[in-house]
């Protein structure tokens, strides 16, 4: 789980066919002897380098199983790395905000409070004095 709502799943088996067909070609390819440099040599060689390419991109087959591996890991990786980008600017904007929120002026809001002290006063005062009016006073 990367996210609230998003989860990524991968991983590589080493007994995945993929993989196994890979390494089996590879280990012939390095297996063979081909230091004599006669003609029998180069057909041999490739012969093998058609082996293994026809391994790694089977004709007819859009993406080999190697490809498919890949392909999965890769798109992994980028939904990680975009969803590790998108937390980062999320981080930055809440930073920011409790920056601003923490970063006010003590004093600033200490005169601004007292101000509003004193117009709460002169209102309950303005109130008081209008309250104890009766008629005959106003008249």
Do not use: C
């Not at 006669?38 to 089977?58: F, R």
């Not at 601004?112 to 005959?136: C, G, P, W």
């Amino acid at each position: 789980i990367i996210d609230s709502n998003l989860t990524v799943r991968y991983g590589v088996r080493a007994n995945e066919e993929g993989l196994s067909d890979l390494i089996k070609s590879l280990s012939v390819f390095v297996a063979a002897d081909f230091s004599g440099g006669t003609q029998t040599d180069e057909v041999y060689y490739g012969a093998l380098t058609s082996e293994m390419w026809g391994i790694l991109a089977p004709p007819g087959v859009d993406e080999s199983g190697i490809a498919n591996i890949a392909t999965e890991i890769a798109i992994a990786h980028k939904t990680a790395a975009d969803t590790d980008m998108r937390h980062t600017q999320t981080k930055s904007t809440f930073q920011t905000t409790i920056d601003e929120i923490e970063g006010v002026d003590k004093e600033l809001v200490a005169a601004e409070i007292l101000q509003l002290k004193t117009n709460i006063e002169a209102s309950y005062r303005a109130s008081s004095i209008v309250y104890n009016l009766s008629i005959a006073d106003y008249l």
